[in-house]
């Protein structure tokens, strides 16, 4: 009696072992081969996480020194605000006696304004 072509063989106890371990087999050799593929290393994130740590470092020293430099400046744009206002009375007054000085009357407001400005000019060029 003939089998026909596109039949399967028959199973036996035996046969039907051997493709257990054969498929156990190739399922070790695909685990192992994607494994190692896509296995988690943590060797490969010591690197970029000292990196990203030493940069946070920089970024975290240089935004403190900035703002310390920051803090100073203020400091000193207050010490200097405060300097113009105990002044500021005393220059204008100063102002108004060279007017007084000069007649009383100037010739034009043009000229009264640019001897105010030379007089700021030369008591900052003092001050400094």
Do not use: C, W
């Not at 199973?11 to 156990?24: V, Y």
């Not at 970029?48 to 020194?65: E, K, R």
């Not at 005393?90 to 009357?105: A, H, K, M, T, V």
Request: charged share 30%; aromatic share 8%; no cysteine.
């Amino acid at each position: 009696m003939e089998e026909p072509r596109n039949a399967k063989p028959r199973e036996t106890p035996e046969s039907g072992a051997l493709d257990f371990l054969e498929k156990e087999k190739e399922d070790e050799q695909e685990r192992k081969r994607f494994g190692s593929r896509f296995s988690f290393n943590f060797s490969h994130l010591i690197l970029p996480m000292l990196i990203s740590v030493g940069i946070t470092v920089v970024l975290v020293s240089q935004f403190a020194a900035d703002k310390q430099r920051f803090n100073a400046l203020v400091g000193e744009v207050g010490d200097l605000s405060q300097l113009v206002q105990a002044m500021g009375r005393n220059i204008e007054l100063r102002i108004e006696s060279l007017d007084y000085i000069d007649g009383g009357f100037l010739t034009s407001e043009f000229d009264s304004l640019e001897r105010k400005v030379a007089f700021l000019e030369l008591e900052i060029s003092r001050l400094k």
